[in-house]
């Protein structure tokens, strides 16, 4: 088998390269391409491993034939077209929690260097100014740090204010009284927030509803002397409404980590007053680094290896331990979609996937994306377990999953039934030896067959020689049949055939079965 490729396309520690060699994976670090330079070369490769300096665009998405996965050592993924990446069926994952910690202690340092105004003391004192008058400085002991945000990052930030003796309160909509209550911070709203803090300090992803959070009638409008903290994202704060507010003292002092224009090399706050800066530090630690290097080689290399999924942002969590023991369940699943999808006539409205026995005890995610790529295929053949949960619900279709303890005939089992315009249809299989998936039911009739290759589906009427008839017609025109399964409602009732066939049947060959005598319904199929 020939090994996966990937990518680094970012400055990233060595022991990502390192990792993913050792994991089976042939590694290439190439950085500070041009997104032209990386266009041409991305199709190349299946994986790619980047922090905040490569953008994944549509281009470049285009470009990628072969990408299965990327991989952002970091948190924020605002660099990577997520649901164009989706839809191209590219796992996107993070670390999220690597860096935490550093970025944490990074706002909790600018918070000290606004209060005690370090960066221009320095600069002052190393100018052989002596400028002690000059630097007055605030406590931060019984002051109130105000997080907006409070998950990873955010809680971790307030455990470090609240070790300094600071009130911690906290803006986050997602925020449980019990989470707060646990992480010690006290759940206000944004404006009671605003009109409480001595410092403000931002831990929000930046989406449509957190954009400009900081907006100018905010920063306006927010107690006189606060002082404002951001090493999550540029654009959560209106810049120039804060360069005012600066500048009229309404904000007392801002620490940003984080511009909405990076790099920023010329930016409206850059010398306004009580102002200070780092160029997205926030996760620059040897041992944030390190972390999010291992974690995201370990992760990519999972998932091009053995199929294990963690972290990911569109696509379920599978581990690499659940990977092998899931993986005939994929397989029959998918079979059981594609079989589905295929056979069903009619607008599909509901599917619904039931899990029995020994099923129903795993991960049913990675079993659902299963049975909808099979499914989903009936109308792409670009679509893999990433972008059928997508492309199904851009169709409309209402997905159920269903758990079912009874115990059966069959001591694991997989039912998938759709709904359709024209009525319900239902198919299930189980594993044979807990390793060969088989289908056991076709529309009510039960059956043994494997999907596999080519397949001809044939209903018809039970009565004697029509066996006969179709292996000779099949004969007369040179096809093969590999296995033969019979499944039948009543003796003397209708029948199902499903064949499978050393090659693809030509539809003439379909057209000449579909006259034979007693034959109900025929159809070529493939897995
Ligand atoms: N400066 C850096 O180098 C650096 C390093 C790491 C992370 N970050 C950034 O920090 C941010 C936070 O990271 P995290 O790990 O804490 O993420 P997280 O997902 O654990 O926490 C984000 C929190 O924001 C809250 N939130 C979402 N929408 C909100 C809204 N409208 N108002 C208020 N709160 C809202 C969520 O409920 C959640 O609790 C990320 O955007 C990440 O990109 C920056
Ligand atoms: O990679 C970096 O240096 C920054 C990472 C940070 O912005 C993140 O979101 O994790």
Same mark, same amino acid.
């Given at each position: ?196 803090? #001595? ?57 940003? #980590? ?6 920023? *090399? #010329? ?59 899931? %993986? ?21 409205? %509901? =599917? ?92 009510? =009739? ?16 039970? *009565? ?64």
């Amino acid at each position: 088998m020939t090994k996966p490729k990937v990518l680094i396309s970012d400055k990233m520690d060595p022991n990502a390269a390192r990792i993913f060699e050792e994991r089976g994976c042939e590694v290439d670090v190439i950085t500070g391409e041009t997104p032209e330079e990386l266009k041409a070369r991305i199709g190349e490769y299946h994986g790619l491993a980047i922090r905040s300096s490569t953008t994944v665009t549509r281009e470049i998405l285009d470009a990628a034939t072969n990408l299965k996965v990327i991989g952002r050592a970091g948190i924020g993924v605002d660099n990577v077209d997520i649901p164009y990446a989706s839809g191209k069926g590219v796992v996107v994952m993070n670390t999220p929690f690597g860096n935490s910690i550093t970025t944490a202690e990074h706002a909790i340092a600018l918070m000290m260097a606004l209060a005690r105004q370090i960066p221009a003391a320095n600069t002052g004192t190393q100018a052989g100014q002596w400028p002690k008058k000059d630097f007055m400085g605030v406590e931060v002991t019984g002051k109130t740090f105000g997080l907006i945000g409070a998950g990873n990052i955010g809680s971790i930030a307030a455990s470090r204010a609240i070790g300094l003796r600071m009130k911690v309160i906290a803006y986050d909509p997602f925020l449980t009284e019990d989470r707060a209550i646990e992480i010690g911070v006290e759940k206000v709203d944004l404006d009671t927030l605003l009109q409480r803090a #001595d410092f403000v300090s931002l831990h929000t992803p930046l989406t449509d509803e957190t954009r400009n959070i900081l907006s100018r009638e905010r920063l306006e409008g927010a107690r006189p002397g606060i002082r404002i903290i951001n090493c999550a994202r540029g654009g959560l704060i209106d810049e120039a409404a804060l360069k005012d507010c600066l500048e009229s003292g309404h904000v007392a002092g801002a620490a940003l #980590d984080v511009f909405a224009q990076e790099p920023a *090399k #010329d930016n409206p706050l850059f010398g306004a007053p009580n102002f200070i800066c780092t160029p997205h530090l926030g996760a620059s630690t040897t041992e944030a680094q390190v972390n999010v290097a291992l974690q995201v080689a370990e992760q990519l290399s999972d998932y091009l290896v053995n199929g294990g999924v963690t972290n990911a942002l569109n696509m379920p969590s599978l581990s690499a331990e659940e990977a092998p023991k899931l %993986k005939p369940y994929m397989a029959l699943a998918e079979g059981l979609g594609s079989l589905v999808g295929q056979l069903a006539h009619g607008n599909l409205t %509901k =599917i619904s996937i039931e899990r029995e026995g020994a099923a129903s005890e795993l991960n049913g995610k990675p079993i659902t994306g299963a049975v909808l790529a099979g499914l989903m295929r009936r109308y792409s053949d670009t679509v893999n377990m990433v972008n059928a949960p997508f492309l199904a619900k851009e169709r409309g279709l209402e997905v159920s999953e269903i758990r079912q303890n009874r115990d059966g005939a069959f001591n694991t089992l997989i039912r998938v039934s759709v709904e359709t315009d024209q009525g319900t249809r239902s198919v299930a299989g189980t594993l044979f030896g807990n390793e060969a998936p088989r289908l056991v039911e076709i529309f009510g =009739i039960g059956i043994e067959a494997e999907l596999k290759g080519h397949m001809l589906y044939i209903v018809n009427d039970d *009565k004697p020689g029509f066996i006969g008839r179709i292996g000779t017609m099949l004969g007369n025109h040179g096809i093969n049949i590999g296995t033969f399964n019979l499944g039948r409602r009543d003796a003397g009732g209708e029948a199902v055939l499903l064949l499978s066939l050393d090659e693809a049947l030509d539809p003439a060959i379909v057209a000449e079965a579909e006259a034979l005598e007693g034959v109900k319904m025929v159809k070529g199929l493939a897995f």
